[in-house]
Nanobody, 121 residues
C-alpha cells in the first residue's frame, strides 16, 4: 500500500508565504512525476506544478515566479514553496504522484488527502 500525506497548509495574509510538504510512504519501488493541484471552492481541481524524477518542472501560469516545486528523492517527498500569496490562491492543495507499488508490481497515480490554504486580503 502507498500513502501520500500533505502538511503545511494554513491561514496567511496576502503577500505572505507558506511551504507545503508531501511525503510518500509504503511499498514504493520508484516514483516518477510528483505534483501539486489546487481546488478552489466551486471550481475544478487544477494543476499548480509538477516535477519529474529528474527535476524537470512545470508551473501553471498563475503561479510562475511565485511558487517553487522541489523534491527530495531520498525522502520520497515533494515540496511547494509559495511566496507572494494572493487571495485567489485560496483552496485545497492536493499532492499527487505516479508510484510503482511493489505489492502489486504496477505504476499507479496516488493522491493525498489535501491541505487547506487560505489567503486573507
Amino acid at each position: 500500500q502507498v500513502q501520500l500525506v500533505e502538511s503545511g497548509g494554513g491561514l496567511v495574509q496576502a503577500g505572505g508565504s507558506l511551504r507545503l510538504s508531501c511525503a510518500a510512504s509504503g511499498s514504493i519501488l520508484s516514483i516518477n512525476t510528483m505534483g501539486w493541484y489546487r481546488q478552489a471552492p466551486g471550481k475544478q481541481r487544477e494543476l499548480v506544478a509538477h516535477i519529474t524524477s529528474r527535476g524537470r518542472t512545470t508551473y501553471a501560469d498563475s503561479v510562475k515566479g511565485r511558487f517553487t516545486i522541489t523534491r527530495d528523492n531520498t525522502k520520497n517527498t515533494v515540496y511547494l514553496q509559495m511566496n507572494s500569496l494572493k487571495p485567489d490562491d485560496t483552496g485545497g492543495f492536493y499532492c499527487a504522484a505516479d508510484i510503482f507499488d511493489k505489492s502489486v508490481c504496477a505504476f499507479d497515480s496516488y493522491w493525498g488527502q489535501g491541505t487547506q490554504v487560505t489567503v486573507s486580503s
